[in-house]
C-alpha cells in the first residue's frame, strides 16, 4: 500500500510522496510493481484502491531519519562560526565535512559558488540531509567555480532537497555508488547533463524533481563498474535540450543488467529521446513523451509495463521497440499514441514480443505499427483502436502491407485485434486533437469498448475506471 508520510520539523517541512519497491514488474499484463496514487494530485483517486495491474508491495517512507542535531549556511556566513540560524556556516562544503548521520543542514536563500562532495554516508537509521530553508530557495551555481560537477552524492543516505542547481559544465548532480539516496523537490539547469547516477547507485528516490535545458541528458542511470537497481521516479520532468542536434534524452536507464525501476506520472518533451529505457522488470504509469526529436518511449529490455501513458507528436515514433541482443516482451496497457512521423509504434526485431491492449493508435502520418522484420507472432494485442492518415496501418518486413479501414485482413494475417475497432477521423475519437486534448470525444467508438482484464483502476488523470458501462480504450476515461 501506498502512504503519503509528512514530517516537520520547524523550520524545515519534508514532503515525501514516495513508495520503495519491493516488487517490481514481471514481463506480463497482470505481473509486477503498483499503481499507487497520489490524493495532492488528483481528488479522485483513491490511495487504498489495489489496482489489477502492477499489484506489487511497498513499505512507507519514514526519512528522513534525524537525530535533532541542525546547522545552518548562508552566503553571508563564516565557517569559523558555530554553524547556528543565528551565526551560519559560509559553505556547503565546510557543513558536508562536518555533518555526521541523522544531522541536517538548512541552505538560507541565495547563490552558492562552489562545487559540493559528500563525507560521511548517513545510515538507516540516520540521514546526511541538505535542504531548503523553509519557503527559501538556495542556488548551487557553476559560474566562475573551478570544478566541472555541481553536488557530487558519493555516499549513502544522503537527502537534498528544495535546491536549485545551475551554470554546471558536467552533470548538476552525480550520484556515485551511493544506496538509498533521496533528491527531492530539486531543480537543475543550464548543464550539460542533468541528474546522473552510475556505478551501482541503488534504492534512490527522485521525489519532484525537473531538469531543463541540457545537452545530452536530464535524468541517466547507468551502470559502469556495477549495476544500477531499484529506483523510483516519482513525479519528475525533463526537458529542452540545448542541441536540438544532439542524441539528447530526458529519461535514460542504460545498458547492463539495471532492473526494477518505476516512473510515476514523468512527462518529457523537446528532446531526441523522451524515456530511454535499457533496465528489465521496469515499469511507467501515467508518464508522458511529445514532441521528441526521434522517440517518445524507446524499450530496450525485457519485462518493461507502459500503463496508462501517453504519446503524441514525436518526429520518428511515439513507441520503439529496439533489439538489445535478447528477446523481451514490453505489455501496453490503456494507453494513447497520437501523432507521428514516420511510425506510431516500430518493432524493430522479431525477437521481441509486444503485447498491446485497451489502446488507441492513432493520427500517424506515415505506419501506424511496423514490423521491422516478417513474422508478427510477437505481436498480441486486443480492444485497441486504430487510425492512420495513411493506408499503410501496419506493415510486416515492409513487404506485407494493411489497412485500419477496415480491420479484417490484419485481423484474418496476425491473428489478433478480435475486439479491436477503427476510427475513421481523429476528431470522432478525441475531444480536440489540434490542442493536444486526447480525452475521449462525447461519440468516441472508444468509449465503453475496452476490456476490464488488467485495465488499471484508474486514468492518466486519476479518474476511476469505468465511468460507463465498461472501461474505455486509451489513457483517458470519458
Not at 382 to 400: C, I, K, P, S
Request: aromatic share 12%; with cysteine.
Amino acid at each position: 500500500m501506498y502512504v503519503r508520510f509528512l514530517r516537520s520539523s520547524l523550520p524545515l517541512l519534508l514532503v515525501f510522496s514516495v513508495a520503495l519497491i519491493a516488487g517490481c514488474p514481471g514481463n506480463g499484463a497482470g505481473g509486477g510493481g503498483g499503481n499507487a496514487q497520489d490524493n495532492a494530485a488528483n481528488d479522485n483517486e483513491n490511495d487504498n484502491a489495489a489496482p489489477p495491474i502492477g499489484d506489487g508491495e511497498y513499505y512507507a517512507t519514514d526519512r528522513p531519519r534525524l537525530n535533532g542535531v541542525e546547522y545552518y549556511v548562508a552566503p553571508d556566513g563564516d565557517d569559523a562560526n558555530p554553524g547556528t540560524l543565528e551565526s551560519p556556516w559560509a559553505t556547503i562544503q565546510h557543513a558536508a565535512d562536518t555533518m555526521e548521520p541523522g544531522n541536517i543542514t538548512y541552505l538560507r536563500d541565495g547563490v552558492y559558488h562552489e562545487s559540493v562532495v559528500t563525507a560521511t554516508s548517513g545510515t538507516s537509521t540516520g540521514d546526511i540531509v541538505f535542504a531548503a530553508y523553509t519557503n527559501e530557495r538556495p542556488i548551487l551555481d557553476g559560474t566562475g567555480v573551478d570544478a566541472n560537477n555541481g553536488f557530487i552524492v558519493a555516499h549513502d543516505y544522503v537527502v537534498l532537497q528544495g535546491l536549485t542547481i545551475r551554470n554546471w559544465p558536467e552533470n548538476g548532480v552525480w550520484i556515485e555508488g551511493a544506496a538509498f539516496p533521496f533528491l527531492i523537490d530539486c531543480e537543475v539547469y543550464d548543464v550539460s547533463y542533468g541528474i546522473g547516477a552510475g556505478e551501482g547507485t541503488h534504492d534512490f528516490v527522485f521525489d519532484h524533481v525537473i531538469a531543463h535545458n541540457f545537452d545530452l541528458y536530464g535524468f541517466d542511470v547507468s551502470p559502469g563498474s556495477a549495476d544500477c537497481y531499484n529506483g523510483i521516479f516519482w513525479q519528475c520532468v525533463s526537458h529542452t535540450g540545448r542541441d536540438p542536434e544532439q542524441n539528447v534524452d530526458g529519461f535514460a536507464l542504460g545498458h547492463g543488467d539495471q532492473h526494477d525501476f518505476r516512473f510515476y506520472r514523468c512527462h518529457t518533451y523537446g528532446v531526441y529521446d523522451g524515456f530511454d529505457i535499457s533496465s528489465r522488470d521496469s515499469m511507467l504509469e501515467r508518464c508522458s513523451a511529445h514532441d521528441c526529436g526521434n522517440a517518445g518511449f524507446k524499450i530496450w529490455q525485457d519485462g518493461v509495463q507502459l500503463v496508462n501513458c501517453l504519446g503524441y507528436e514525436s518526429e520518428n515514433a511515439n513507441l520503439e521497440l529496439d533489439w538489445d541482443g535478447e528477446p523481451g516482451t514490453v505489455t501496453v496497457q490503456n494507453c494513447t499514441f497520437a501523432g507521428s512521423g514516420a511510425y506510431n509504434i516500430w518493432i524493430e526485431n522479431s525477437g521481441d514480443t509486444l503485447r498491446m491492449y485497451n489502446t488507441i493508435v492513432a493520427g500517424g502520418r506515415g505506419i501506424a505499427v511496423a514490423f521491422e522484420q516478417q513474422g508478427t507472432r510477437q505481436y498480441q494485442g486486443d480492444y485497441n483502436v486504430f487510425h492512420n492518415e495513411t493506408e499503410r496501418a501496419f506493415v510486416v518486413g515492409y513487404e506485407d502491407e494493411f489497412s485500419a479501414q477496415p480491420l479484417d485482413a490484419w485481423r484474418s494475417h496476425s491473428g489478433q485485434d478480435a475486439h479491436s475497432i477503427s476510427a475513421a477521423s481523429l476528431d470522432e475519437l478525441f475531444v480536440d486533437p489540434q490542442t493536444f486534448d486526447f480525452h475521449p470525444a462525447q461519440d468516441s467508438p472508444a468509449i465503453d469498448a475496452g476490456s476490464s482484464d488488467n485495465a488499471p483502476a484508474n486514468d492518466f488523470d486519476g479518474t476511476a475506471r469505468p465511468q460507463g458501462s465498461a472501461v474505455d480504450i486509451g489513457a483517458f476515461e470519458g
